[in-house]
């Protein structure tokens, strides 16, 4: 199938910036969305950012105007750009793609994929 590998999480002090990246492996036919989704300890997994493979973003409230998502389609790479960083933004953060890999020659089947998450420390 289609494997996911985040990279770029680590300790920053509150007001720093870090990028994270997520690489793609596998039989890739196409990628529809892919995003950044974090989960701090004892707190449910929430959403940070999509991007479509046209472009279109979507962030939630509390990242807005600090965070940036952005993706290589030729690389099929995804980045989350993080600035201004906060304590509250201290979690693991996970990248998710879907799309289209290639069984064979004729025939493509959907993926849902996640990697295993980075750490993102930000002490204050």
């Known amino acids: 199938q289609v494997a996911l590998v985040e990279s770029g999480g680590g300790l920053v002090q509150t007001g720093g910036s870090l990028r994270l990246s997520c690489a793609t492996s596998?039989?890739?036919?196409?990628?529809?969305?892919m995003g950044w989704y974090r989960q701090a300890p004892g707190k449910q997994r929430e959403l940070v950012a999509t991007?479509?493979?046209?472009?279109?973003?979507n962030y939630a409230d509390c990242v807005k105007g600090r965070f940036t998502i952005s993706r290589d389609n030729a690389k099929n790479t995804v980045y989350l750009e993080m600035n201004s960083l906060k304590p509250e933004d201290t979690a693991v953060y996970s990248c998710?793609?879907?799309?289209?890999?290639?069984?064979?020659?004729?025939?493509?089947?959907?993926?849902?994929?996640w990697g295993q998450g980075t750490q993102v420390t930000v002490s204050s």
């Open positions: 998710n793609a879907n799309g289209y890999y290639r069984i064979d020659k004729f025939n493509v089947a959907r993926f849902d994929s």
């Open positions: 596998g039989s890739i036919f196409s990628i529809n969305f």
């Open positions: 991007i479509t493979n046209g472009g279109i973003t």
